[in-house]
Structure formats: structure tokens, C-alpha cells
């Protein structure tokens, strides 16, 4: 996963640990140009057959204080999973998005095979 965010231009570090948001997978930052704001990132990866609902409302909670943490710049969360949200966890990922447009901060969801 780390290599697909590298490509996408994001200088990354793997489990990150913070004070304010807890444990994440990997953290990145894309540097802007001079007409750009710069762009975080904040992924979280799970290994597993299904990722619960309780699991993406914490990613969504994670990712809320990551995004107030750089209110001027761009930022955008993935959830990494090689197996299924279930229908309730894609939904909430739905609903957190809508009415947000990309400078506010999305989370996509990236499904990969193990």
C-alpha cells in the first residue's frame, strides 16, 4: 500500500502513533505548488474479512481530528481492507462524505486482494 501512495506523490511513514488521534497506519504529506495547498493523508489498514460499522465510525472519528489538525490544507483519509465493509460501515462512509467536497476531507474506501 505504501508504494501506491509514494506514486501518488505523498512522502509516508508507517504506523504513525499520536497523542490526539491514536494509532494509524500510514501518514503521508503531498506538498502543494505555489497555488496549492499542501495535501495530508491518513490511512488505516485492516487485514480482515469484514470491517464493522464500530470500526469505520473510529476511522471516521480519527480521521475528523486529523483533517482540524491542518484547517488550512487539504486532507484526505483511505480505508485499506482486504476483505468487506459490511452494508452499515459503507453507508456511514456515504453519509460522512456527502454534502463534502474534496477540500474538506474525504475518506475513500480502497479494497486490495491479500
Known amino acids: ?30 506538498e502543494g505548488g505555489w497555488f496549492s495547498n499542501d495535501t495530508h493523508l491518513l490511512a488505516e489498514c485492516k487485514d480482515k474479512e469484514h470491517v464493522t460499522l464500530q470500526e469505520a465510525l473510529k476511522f471516521q472519528a480519527k480521521f475528523n481530528l486529523f483533517a482540524r489538525r491542518h484547517p488550512d490544507d487539504k486532507a484526505v483519509g483511505y480505508l485499506v481492507t482486504t476483505g ?31
Open 1 to 30: 500500500m505504501l508504494n501506491f501512495f509514494e506514486k501518488a506523490g505523498f512522502k509516508c511513514r508507517i504506523r504513525d502513533e499520536d497523542r490526539r488521534i491514536g494509532e494509524c497506519d500510514i501518514t503521508g504529506k503531498k
Open 84 to 114: 468487506d465493509l459490511n452494508k452499515d460501515a459503507k453507508s456511514s462512509i456515504r453519509e460522512f462524505n456527502t454534502g463534502r467536497d474534496e477540500d474538506e476531507g474525504r475518506i475513500r474506501i480502497k479494497r486490495i486482494r491479500p
